[in-house]
């Protein structure tokens, strides 16, 4: 796959280049030019990621960071069964316990929510950091939802970590899942206070609480350029330079012909 001329390899984080450096160097300089790539295209273009990631899973399959890559790329692109596999291959290379709560969500969109709920319980959970549990709650909560248990989920969802004032990089999304649970329990009014929480700490728009929030209050946005379109469209079409002069060119004539018609009437009358 092409890859821009821009892209050196050197943008990885240095821990990952420190896992290449065990490839030979133009080796370790491709590998790290198509992460980069996964990286570019991740959230915006998670098929694309997903092919780059596949070349550089051909390359160097035996380097965890690969693995991971590859396996966040099949997870964007919703390909869970495959996301699993690489998860579990990075974990066995490492040791490292961190993918644990995207495995569990791996389990959920395999359509498994009672072994994610299995993962939440174990013991891997309690090693994570205070990030990693968050997440792995909104999953556990996620899985409550996928098997009907609403009040389980907002049960799940309640925790220090929700009642906090203090804004972490988590606490937007955690706010708005407990908003949205809320509501798809019915408690319609709880669910906008805590939208508009989430709203207040999603500074980086991480969440479309806004729009949740505005669609419970009854705001409807309008889109001023589809507006200016449906005017245009209604307004009579103008005429071309043209059209108007033959137009103008056809009434001249016709009036003259009128005009030379009484006339001769009117000769006529007179004989």
Excluded at 26 to 31: F, G, I
Excluded at 227 to 255: L, M, N
Aim: hydrophobic share 40%.
């Amino acid at each position: 796959m092409p890859i821009p001329e821009d892209v050196t390899g050197d943008e990885i984080d240095k821990d990952v280049r420190q896992e290449l450096q065990s490839l030979p160097k133009t080796l370790a300089e491709d590998v790290a030019r198509n992460l980069v790539m996964v990286a570019r295209l991740l959230d915006e273009d998670p098929e694309g990621a997903y092919g780059y990631s596949r070349v550089a899973l051909r390359l160097a399959s035996r380097v965890a960071a690969v693995r991971e890559a590859a396996g966040f790329a099949a997870y964007a692109s919703q390909k869970y069964s495959e996301a699993l596999a690489e998860f579990r291959a990075a974990k066995r290379m490492t040791g490292n316990i961190d993918l644990w709560p995207v495995m569990a969500d791996c389990e959920r969109g395999l359509g498994r929510p009672e072994k994610a709920l299995d993962m939440a319980g174990a013991p891997e959970v309690h090693k994570l950091d205070k990030a990693g549990q968050v997440e792995m709650r909104l999953v556990a909560a996620g899985a409550r939802r996928d098997m009907g248990q609403l009040d389980a989920a907002i049960v799940t969802l309640q925790s220090p970590e929700l009642a906090a004032n203090s804004v972490q990089p988590w606490t937007a999304r955690l706010r708005y899942a407990y908003a949205d649970a809320l509501l798809a329990a019915g408690r319609e009014s709880e669910a906008r206070e805590w939208f508009a929480k989430a709203v207040e700490a999603d500074r980086d728009g991480s969440t479309d609480a806004s729009d949740r929030l505005a669609e419970l209050d009854g705001v409807e946005f309008v889109d001023a350029m589809v507006e200016d379109e449906d005017e245009d469209s209604e307004a009579p079409a103008p005429q071309k330079a043209d059209e108007s002069k033959a137009e103008g060119e056809t009434e001249s004539k016709a009036e003259g012909e009128t005009e030379d018609k009484t006339e001769v009437e009117g000769e006529n009358d007179k004989d």
